[in-house]
């Protein structure tokens, strides 16, 4: 019975992979006239990292003069994750954050995929933003006119409760005061929570400005007394409204200073020159192979290579659909020197089982059952084998840093994908050739 199914699944992984990959290497003008190849390919666009599509390269010096030595490392660790949100929510995709140590210096390293303009760039992560919650002349009326609230937001005392008191704040969707739309919710820590209580008992139906950098970003009234350290920010809100509003705050929570030592622009010519040059060495690669397999093992060996071709589209394919069925992947130029290492090992698979094959047949079995055997025999090595690789390809990720990262993860799905294709693959194509 599954030897009857097996065909039908490898024809729909066929189909599947041509689908999500064909709209990649379209010209633009037929993804025009086919919409539903350009809906495909913007659904699944193959993500680049910064050395192939071009990008700024930022290092963060983190200034940690008043931060005592046993804090150190945790105020880094949370400065490398309020720097990567304060990415993510501005939108660029695919970036890198990670932390470093020079001798006593500690440093974070970005990388920013696509963002070409580095002023841009130091404006969005390298600003020491500095977020404090103000209280008005406690002689203010709430009643006074919109021009005296504003003067008196400008005049407002800090209260001592600032960013680093300052968990999250994110956009919700909801009811509340009798609004409903986006809010932004507040999640304040423990010291923050008792902070916040003192002042909202204080405060209540007077507004309590919030300030980023020395600039009033939003006053919003309070309405009662909240203990429990959550608040919510109603107002006539648009998305928008409210998502930048929640950056600001979450860019306020950075707990220490940071400043840029240096600055990269890598342009999108040198970017597109490295995937080209990747792209040449993967299809010269593919080519030596097809044609040393044509040549030792004749038919078997077109087999083989078609069994390969199938590899790579498969492989491809889900690079493209990472963060869709999968962790997103991000294609960098390790990624693909571990993909196109991880060709010469899929082939390798297919010798191991050829030349078992070829013992089988000069000892007098039949083709059937010297292909049946050959597969059987030589699985414990082709296992062992892709076994050592799947282990180092694990340790090289999750000890190695992110260039590493990307190089074992695409040698980790090559694998696996070439131990399919070898021994499903191959082994359905060899059963009909020989029938």
Request: proline content about 5%.
């Amino acid at each position: 019975m599954m030897r009857r199914i097996t065909p039908w699944i490898i024809l729909l992984l066929l189909a599947i992979s041509l689908v999500v990959d064909l709209p990649t290497v379209l010209p633009e003008r037929f993804l025009t006239n086919l919409p539903l190849a350009k809906t495909i390919a913007q659904k699944f666009p193959l993500k680049l990292g910064l050395d192939l599509q071009g990008g700024t390269q930022l290092v963060l010096q983190a200034q940690m003069d008043k931060i005592s030595p046993n804090e150190r490392d945790n105020a880094l660790i949370s400065a490398k994750e309020i720097i990567e949100r304060r990415v993510n929510l501005f939108g660029v995709s695919e970036a890198v954050v990670q932390t470093s140590k020079l001798g006593q210096q500690q440093r974070i390293l970005v990388e920013l995929p696509g963002v070409k303009d580095s002023s841009v760039a130091a404006e969005l992560v390298g600003k020491t933003a500095q977020l404090d919650f103000r209280e008005i002349p406690p002689d203010t009326s709430p009643e006074a006119s919109s021009s005296a609230l504003l003067a008196a937001i400008l005049q407002a005392k800090p209260t001592g409760l600032t960013g680093a008191d300052l968990k999250r704040a994110s956009v919700t969707f909801g009811t509340s005061a009798g609004q409903s739309g986006p809010q932004v919710s507040l999640e304040f820590s423990a010291e923050g929570a008792r902070k916040f209580a003192e002042i909202t008992r204080r405060n209540i139906g007077k507004p309590l400005p919030i300030f980023l950098d020395g600039q009033p970003i939003e006053a919003p009234t309070v309405k009662q007394e909240i203990t429990d350290g959550n608040a919510v920010i109603t107002g006539q809100f648009t998305t928008e409204q409210a998502k930048t509003i929640a950056t600001q705050l979450n860019a306020g929570a950075l707990p220490v200073p940071v400043k840029i030592i240096s600055s990269l622009h890598i342009g999108p010519s040198l970017g597109e020159s490295s995937l080209n040059k990747s792209l040449i060495a993967g299809t010269i690669g593919l080519g030596i192979v097809t044609l040393y397999m044509i040549a030792f093992y004749g038919w078997w060996g077109i087999l083989a290579d078609l069994s390969l071709l199938l590899y790579t589209l498969i492989v491809f394919a889900i690079f493209k659909t990472g963060g869709f069925i999968l962790p997103p992947i991000t294609l960098t130029l390790a990624g693909i020197a571990g993909f196109i290492l991880s060709i010469g090992m899929a082939v390798d698979a297919n010798i191991l089982i050829f030349e078992r094959m070829k013992e089988e047949l000069r000892w007098g079995k039949s083709k059937t059952v010297a292909l049946e055997l050959g597969f059987t025999r030589a699985w414990s090595s082709i296992w062992a084998s892709n076994t050592s690789s799947l282990m180092t390809a694990v340790i090289l990720y999750y000890f190695g840093t992110s260039i590493v990262r990307g190089f074992a993860i695409t040698l980790a799905i090559g694998v696996l994908v070439s131990m399919f294709t070898a021994i499903v693959v191959t082994k359905t194509l060899l059963r009909l050739f020989i029938k």
